[in-house]
């Protein structure tokens, strides 16, 4: 892309000098989480982000995941009469690389995997000695069968009799059992599946990579095709059956996940542009979204998290998991009256938000679901300080309708990028901004060569038409003005690279 005679200064002219204001490329700046209307979580959050140096939401996000897989889904919300909410979180909390993702996940996750272990050893014996007599027992009744079909009269009778008793036995045995599992990690959706079914239909999922998006969208089976009917299903509790060649369908009749995934913000670029049935099919509109803010401190000695804070987080995931984990039914947990009242007051504010005008309309399939994921929010927290509670109260009802601005706010940040992409394209401008501001002498001119020269490498700037481009763009939002080119009459040689001119408030901030 070549270059035009034209700059793009235009708008408000700047006292003393032949400039305008430039647009700003600076992407909005997002709310801090609200760390303190956690209870107290807030605690374990605070200390851990202090100690990891890593953004709040980060450990915020994967701790309310690990409490959403603690609860296993045996229990649910009874919002109003015909109204159930699950305690399963959907949450995606975006970080660049140097962010610690995967130690905030595994500080939050640490008291699943111990537990998990336990429960593990704890359960071998029963589970093997069972399996082992599912597997005598139908070699028993095999070889009945066919003793049966084949004897003669008089002895038909015993070995049908023999197959029977095997049989009746088999029912009481039931399936094969397996070994209890909290959490799964980059595995094919078949297999979550079958884990699922193997776990009582719930199971967990933290992770810092964006596998599963990619199974999702097909990559691995399903003829390519996106299948999203479990994430989908699992979400809201509903029944769920496993069609397996040459063996019986597996049907879970409710089922549970819970799902954190921590990861790089370009796991998600264009995620819905690419795979529009994501949206479409409501998938995304079940997720909360955090786009963290980085942070500044990156110091050596950081504080350690005080074991007496570690301790409390440990016990109560513990608690939460021996409590409820291994109840056979799910229980219905209420709202007091007064947490009644504040939640439907909130409710119907925020229902014109969503209408054609409103602010949220461009987002209102996401919006729909935010008043009942404030809610198993709500009782996630109220679990986590206390697994028998079963009301959830005013004072906590209020603290999570007061997350609801943040959310919000980078739910519509994470969509664009997602989408759009908006913010996305500008960040090659800004990175162009962040060189000419660091030079020796920031407003000075420079040419097209001098930025590629520097930014060459990046991932936007794959060519020198890129870098065209940017400054192209850059010029239109009247940072920098191309500069005449020099009379090259009766010259030779190859022609000299665009220089530009830099707006002086690039120099002024610099200093």
């Not at 700003?24 to 956690?38: C, M, S």
């Not at 069968?145 to 003669?152: I, L, P």
């Not at 509903?238 to 009749?253: C, H, K, L, N, V």
């Not at 949220?360 to 404030?374: F, N, S, T, V, Y």
Request: charged share 25%; hydrophobic share 40%.
């Amino acid at each position: 892309m070549g270059f035009g005679d034209d700059s793009g200064i235009s708008g408000t002219r700047i006292a003393d000098t032949d400039w305008d204001e430039p647009v700003p490329v600076d992407a909005p700046a997002l709310p801090r989480f609200p760390t303190e209307r956690l209870g107290l979580l807030s605690k374990f959050v605070t200390a851990n982000a202090a100690s990891l140096q890593t953004p709040e939401d980060l450990v915020a996000f994967a701790s309310l995941a690990s409490i959403s897989t603690a609860t296993g889904g045996r229990v649910r919300v009874q919002v109003k009469a015909d109204w159930y909410e699950s305690t399963a979180l959907y949450l995606v909390a975006l970080a660049d690389s140097s962010e610690k993702k995967t130690p905030a996940l595994n500080a939050a996750a640490a008291p699943l995997r111990e537990i998990e272990d336990e429960l593990i050893e704890q359960h071998r014996p029963r589970v093997e000695a069972t399996a082992q007599e599912i597997r005598i027992t139908t070699a028993r009744m095999s070889k009945a069968e066919q003793a049966a079909a084949g004897a003669a009269a008089e002895k038909r009778e015993e070995a049908e009799a023999d197959a029977e008793a095997a049989r009746l036995r088999l029912t009481e045995l039931g399936d094969t059992p397996h070994l209890p599992r909290l959490l799964v990690r980059d595995i094919t959706l078949e297999a979550v599946g079958k884990v699922m079914y193997e776990q009582g239909g719930r199971i967990g999922s933290l992770a810092s990579e964006g596998g599963l998006f990619k199974v999702a969208a097909g990559l691995y089976g399903n003829n390519g095709k996106a299948n999203t009917d479990l994430l989908l299903e699992a979400y809201s509790g509903g029944p769920y059956t496993i069609d397996r060649t040459g063996r019986a369908s597996a049907r879970m009749s409710s089922t549970f996940l819970a799902l954190g995934l921590v990861v790089q913000p370009g796991i998600v670029a264009g995620l819905e542009k690419q795979n529009p049935e994501f949206r479409q099919s409501g998938l995304l509109g079940r997720f909360l979204y955090a786009r963290s803010n980085p942070t500044d401190e990156d110091t050596f000695d950081s504080p350690a998290v005080p074991l007496v804070i570690a301790e409390e987080y440990r016990t109560c995931i513990r608690n939460l998991v021996t409590q409820l984990w291994d109840r056979p039914l799910a229980e219905t947990m209420t709202l007091t009256t007064g947490a009644r009242q504040a939640f439907a007051e909130y409710y119907n504010a925020f229902a014109k938000r969503r209408k054609p005008g409103g602010d949220l309309h461009d987002i209102a399939d996401w919006a729909g679901k935010l008043r009942g994921q404030l809610v198993r929010i709500a009782a996630c927290l109220t679990l986590y300080e206390d697994p028998r509670a079963r009301e959830i109260s005013l004072e906590r009802m209020n603290d999570v309708l007061a997350l609801a601005p943040y959310l919000i706010a980078h739910a519509r940040a994470v969509f664009d990028l997602m989408g759009r992409n908006r913010e996305g394209k500008l960040k090659p401008l800004r990175d162009v901004l962040a060189w000419l501001s660091t030079r020796p002498e920031p407003g000075s001119d420079f040419s097209a060569r001098d930025a590629w020269q520097a930014l060459k490498g990046r991932e936007w700037a794959e060519d020198m038409d890129a870098m065209s481009d940017v400054l192209l763009q850059l010029e239109d939002h009247g940072w920098i003005a191309l500069l005449p080119p020099p009379d090259r009459q009766g010259r030779r040689g190859r022609k000299p690279s665009p220089k530009f001119q830099v707006h002086p408030r690039l120099s002024a901030s610099a200093t």
